[in-house]
Structures are given as C-alpha cells and as structure tokens.
C-alpha cells in the first residue's frame, strides 16, 4: 500500500541553522500538507499546497518557513535560520481529493533545535 | 474562532467496558468531523469521519450540533485500542484543526 515517507526521521541541529524537512507524498496525490507537534500539544496546521503553490499558510508559517516541490516528487519544508521553538515532530500529509477530507500522513520528522 | 477541544488527555478503561472520548468544536459554519488515530509506533490514520455515519473496528462517532459535539464511543474496549485519539475539523479552507489528544489506555 502506498505510503507518504518522510526523512530524516530525527535531526539535531544548532540554533540559526537551516534544516530541510523531506517529504515523498503517495504519487497520485495532489494536495499536500505540513503539521508539526510541539511535545505535549496539539498537532498543528503550518501550510497546504496544492498546483505548485501555497493554499494556506497558518500565522505559524512565517517568513523563516518555506516550502517547495523541487522535482515532481520531494515536498520540502525549509526552516531557514532555526529557533529553540521550532523543536517538534513535523508532519507531512497528503491526499489526492478533498472530498472525502481524508489526510495520510507520514511518520513524522522529529527536529531538536539545540 | 474554530477550535476543536478534548478535554482529557488520557482515558484509561478495562478490556470490555465502554469507551467515551470527548470531542466539542467551535465553528460558526457546517463543520465536517473526523476521528484520527495514532497507535503506537505508527503514523496518524483516519479511523472515521462524521460524513459517512459508519462504525471502524467497533467504534461510532455521531455529531450533535447542538451541543457541538462528536464524542467517540465503543461499547466494549480490546486491549488493541490502546492509542492516541484525535478529533479534527475541516472547515471551509480544507484545513484539518485538530484536538489536543486523548490517550486511550485499555487494561487486561
């Protein structure tokens, strides 16, 4: 069964560093997603992107956020210069309708900001 | 504002008792309503959405408009339900706004 892959599983990474986020969604998939989890709270809407460009981006998704579809396949999220509060699991999602509102998700992508 | 709230975060049962997760939401519109589940080790799935009125492995969520609520019921827990449970909200931009969590916990 086709599933959303996402590396790396765990990254540490100083303060200030860039980090990109990969994501492979199942290949029929049109619309896609980003989520992350901060530790004990809530999973969280970052930004939806559908035909190569953004849908919706929530207040969390700044400028220090970006994301990209470099070749037909990867989705990227990209933090630019990393901040202690951006260690949470982030989650990649995707789904080839809106109709049935389902979203399949990845295992997640654990970022520890030191 | 829409806002999906659990109100516990961790429900722990006995194999064989029944099982109510809570679940209230904020939304001015026609909300659509979604369980997800997330067993250990394992990514987050859909285990039911409010739209197509079904029962998954047992469970049954029904949306009460007017208490805004989509509690989620099993009337005899298994051990293999043991997981974290997320109700979630679709609104009209497609976004899913998802609950806090609650651990279910079923003991032998």
């Known amino acids: 069964e086709p599933e959303v892959t996402q590396t790396p599983s765990h990254q540490v990474t100083q303060m200030g560093q860039e980090v990109i986020l990969r994501c492979v969604p199942i290949s029929n998939h049109l619309y896609f997603y980003w989520y992350r989890q901060i530790l004990g709270q809530k999973v969280e809407f970052l930004v939806s992107f559908y035909n190569n460009e953004i849908s919706e981006k929530s207040e969390i998704f700044d400028d220090q956020f970006s994301v990209e579809r470099p070749d037909g396949s990867n989705f990227t999220l990209k933090i630019r210069s990393t901040k202690l509060e951006d260690s949470a699991m982030y989650f990649c999602?995707?789904?080839?309708?809106?109709?049935?509102?389902?979203?399949?998700f990845g295992e997640g992508s654990r970022l520890t900001v030191l | 504002a829409q806002r999906v709230t659990q109100p516990e975060k961790l429900l722990s049962v006995f194999k064989g008792a029944p099982v109510e997760l809570k679940c209230n939401y904020s939304y001015s519109g026609s909300p659509e309503l979604f369980w997800y589940v997330q067993y250990s080790r394992q990514r987050l799935q859909l285990l039911l959405r409010h739209i197509s009125r079904e029962s998954i492995k047992g469970f049954t969520a029904d949306l009460n408009k007017g208490e805004t609520s989509f509690h989620l019921k099993k009337p005899f827990a298994q051990e293999e339900d043991s997981a974290m449970y997320y109700c979630a909200l679709r609104g009209a931009t497609n976004k899913l706004i998802f609950g806090t969590g609650t651990l279910l916990a079923v003991q032998p």
């Open positions: 999602a995707s789904t080839g309708t809106l109709m049935t509102g389902e979203l399949f």
